[in-house]
């Protein structure tokens, strides 16, 4: 089964996603990792991020690496969420991301998280998930993981949030069939709650 979760930067997605995966057993996959793993290669390396995106192995696990390298915690700094919405909006990374991602979600349980998740890359998902919160709430919870004042935060939200919209991708709405879920004012515990009772409701349903 695929749980698809996406929602605009801030919404909780990752938070939420990895949880859930722990919850029900299944799998986590992060597409936002990726993006990530290819910018930062492709910024160490002077290759193109399309390039780096066709050859280099990404695997996202509990550790991130690419061809072996773990990049784990370098893939989370402002520097790499800049330059990986930059190559996002590449279609030729995105192209390359996408039929891994499906390659990888073609067989077992599995919760991925990702802008274009139940647009693009699973459609079909059993599950589909919009994670929300205000902007305001948004920009606060990631001032408060990098320890960062929240207005400037706030102002660069609304830059990538302009930035990660085309390419199917969901930043500003539900796709089709996806239940939107509002985490403004929830804890983690109260949404992975919601999310996990979706699932067992798609199960029970599927028989
Ligand atoms: O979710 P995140 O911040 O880790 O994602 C990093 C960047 O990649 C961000 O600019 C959104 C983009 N992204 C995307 O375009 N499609 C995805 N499936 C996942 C992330």
């Known amino acids: 089964m695929v749980v698809a979760i996406d929602g605009p930067a801030g919404a909780g997605k990752s938070s939420v996603a990895r949880a859930v995966a722990g919850a029900l057993g299944f799998t ?13 290669a492709a910024r160490d390396s002077g290759v193109s991020a399309a390039d780096v995106a066709r050859r280099v192995r990404i695997a996202v696990g509990d550790r991130v690496t690419v061809d072996g390298r773990d990049v784990t915690e370098d893939i989370r700094t ?12 590449d279609p030729a ?8 991602q499906r390659r990888l979600l073609r067989s077992g ?5 990702g802008r274009d998740i139940a647009t693009v890359v699973a459609p079909d998902a ?9 902007p305001e709430e948004r920009a606060r ?14 102002a660069e939200q609304r830059l990538r949030d302009e930035r990660d919209v085309g390419h199917g991708r969901s930043t500003l709405g539900a796709a089709p069939g996806a239940v939107e879920v509002d985490t ?11 999310v996990a009772s979706l699932v067992r ?5 599927r028989g």
Do not use: H
């Not at 349980?109 to 998280?113: H, I, P, Y």
């Open 78 to 89: 402002p520097e790499i969420s800049e330059v990986a919405s930059v190559a996002a909006a």
């Open 109 to 113: 349980d599995w919760v991925a998280e």
């Open 126 to 134: 059993e599950v589909k998930v919009f994670l929300t919160a205000s």
């Open 28 to 40: 986590y996959l992060d597409t936002g990792a990726m993006y990530r793993a290819v910018a930062l």
């Open 184 to 194: 403004t004012g929830l804890s983690l515990d109260e949404v992975v709650d919601r």
């Open 93 to 100: 990374v995105r192209a390359a991301l996408v039929e891994e």
């Open 201 to 205: 409701d798609a199960a029970g349903a």
């Open 141 to 154: 919870r990631r001032a408060e993981q990098l320890g960062a004042d929240p207005a400037r935060i706030l």
